[in-house]
T-cell receptor, first 114, second 113 residues
Framework: DAMVIQNPRYQVTQFGKPVTLSCSQT?????MYWYQQKSSQAPKLLFH???????NEADTPDNFQSRRPNTSFCFLDIRSPGLGDAAMYLC?????????????FGQGTRLTVV | SQKIEQNSEALNIQEGKTATLTCNYT??????LQWYRQDPGRGPVFLLL?????KEKRKERLKVTFDTTLKQSLFHITASQPADSATYLC????????????FGRGTSLIVHP
């Protein structure tokens, strides 16, 4: 039944050690998003893909990269994690239409940087 | 740019009472507004959508109102239960050719038995 799946649920990485978070979807949605959410804050958009078109938010650090090899999969790469990158990372999908753009979220990956 | 405001203070209520959460927005005239529920350590889950031409929308114990003049949406949970305890986020649809919805920070609801 799971429609947006994120792996792993919990990730512990060392300061400065590259880490990759993954997201897959079974909804065949054309848009995939990566959000960063810190405690008691709104989800902050890092980037999104509309099909293969990559869109980076202006304030997303260069330390964050993303790949979408096909419709179903999307990856978030953090090249050199800092302590400030510890957060919940949420992947979401939506099908853009004129009537509704409900977002479907994965369970999230909780990243800890030690 | 469009902004969403949700009360940052947690709402504490007694079981059985009606919980009312507020979402205010500025710099925007959205065609619809969405509400999501987020449990600790999990991703948000879509609950309800209300369109600009709808004053009120209901789903089981949930009721959402949308006042486009006040630029405000109210989210009500009637006969609240401890299982309703969660953070509730409102979201505005994409605007200006963007595909990106805008999320509020959410309001935490705590229902005490």
């Amino acid at each position: 039944d799971a429609m947006v799946i994120q792996n792993p649920r919990y990730q512990v990485t060392q300061f400065g050690k590259p880490v990759t978070l993954s997201c897959s979807q079974t909804l065949n949605h054309n848009v995939m998003y990566w959000y960063q959410q810190k405690s008691s804050q709104a989800p902050k958009l890092l980037f999104h893909y509309y099909d293969k078109d990559f869109n980076n938010e202006a304030d997303t650090p260069d330390n964050f990269q993303s790949r979408r090899p096909n419709t179903s999969f999307c990856f978030l790469d953090i090249r050199s994690p800092g302590l400030g990158d510890a957060a919940m990372y949420l992947c979401a999908t939506s099908r853009i239409s004129g009537r509704n753009t409900e977002a479907f979220f994965g369970q999230g990956t909780r990243l800890t940087v030690v | 740019s469009q902004k969403i405001e949700q009360n940052s203070e947690a709402l504490n209520i007694q079981e059985g009472k009606t919980a009312t959460l507020t979402c205010n927005y500025t710099n925007y005239s959205p065609a619809y507004l969405q509400w999501y529920r987020q449990d600790p350590g999990r991703g948000p889950v879509f609950l309800l959508l209300i369109r600009e031409n709808e004053k009120e929308k209901r789903k089981e114990r949930l009721k959402v109102t949308f006042d486009t003049t006040l630029k405000q949406s109210l989210f009500h949970i009637t006969a609240s239960q401890p299982a309703d305890s969660a953070t509730y986020l409102c979201a505005l649809p994409p605007s200006g050719g963007s595909y990106i919805p805008t999320f509020g920070r959410g309001t935490s609801l705590i229902v005490h038995p």
